[in-house]
């Protein structure tokens, strides 16, 4: 049973336009949410996170969304830029303070 | 610079052979993790370590085990390797539990 869902394996993007990644999950007792980053042969590096209270969290170019009636999350990347082409994970915190993680979306800025 | 290294990146062994991976983290984290990431399945939880000498089953840590003798270090051991358990594997510290973690870069396994 998958607590975090990316229904999109993958996903192209114009650079310059905006990238939305969406996540959803099941587990409403999640406390906050991550995004991540991954290069290819690198680990995943923290990128932006929201706590459950709150319905969205800005730094730079990212901003992350919370619907919390719809179980949903998004990540809006503003202007897309190669170097953002990387897979993005979203991960819920759950009560036993584990990260729990869905299956990652690639994400791909054409030139 | 906070840093948390892994013993390969790339590491190829044989069926039933004993395979030591190793984590190191400069942080000192409370919190130790081991994962192992799978096209189309994500980062997987296999063993975490909470403290020294201290570890706690994740999801999937059938074919497994852990050692956590010091602060710093993390070992996974595939006891005796197979064809299933070829993955990338990723290591992570945290100070919390649900904090931020920290990844190192992987080890791409293959087990041949």
């Known amino acids: 049973d998958q607590q975090v869902k990316q229904n999109s394996p993958s996903l192209s993007v114009q650079e310059g336009r905006i990238s939305i990644l969406n996540c959803d999950y099941t587990?409403?007792?999640?406390?906050?949410f991550l995004w991540y980053k991954k290069y290819p042969a690198e680990g995943p590096t923290f990128l932006i996170s929201?706590?459950?209270i709150k319905d969205k969290n800005e730094d730079g170019r990212f901003t992350v969304f919370l619907n919390k009636s719809a179980k949903h999350l998004s990540l809006h990347i503003v202007p897309s830029q190669p170097g953002d082409s990387a897979v993005y994970f979203c991960a819920g915190a759950d009560s036993n303070y584990q990260l729990i993680w869905g299956a990652g979306t690639k994400l791909i800025i054409k030139p | 610079d906070v840093k948390v290294t892994q013993s390969s990146r790339y590491l190829v062994k044989r069926t039933g052979e004993k395979v030591f991976l190793e984590c190191v983290q400069d942080?000192?984290?409370?919190?130790m993790f081991w994962y192992r990431q799978d096209p189309g399945l994500g980062l997987r939880l296999i063993y975490f370590?909470?403290?020294?000498?201290?570890?706690e089953k994740g999801d999937i840590p059938e074919g497994y085990s852990v050692s956590r003798e010091k602060k710093e270090r993390f070992s996974l051991i595939l006891e005796s390797a197979s064809t299933n358990q070829t993955s990338m594997y990723l290591c992570?510290?945290?100070?919390?539990?649900?904090?931020?973690?920290?990844f190192g870069p992987g080890t791409r396994l293959t087990v041949l």
């Open positions: 929201i706590s459950s």
């Open positions: 370590s909470y403290d020294v000498k201290m570890k």
């Open positions: 942080m000192d984290h409370e919190n």
């Open positions: 992570a510290s945290s100070s919390g539990g649900g904090d931020e973690q920290f």
């Open positions: 587990n409403s007792m999640f406390d906050y």
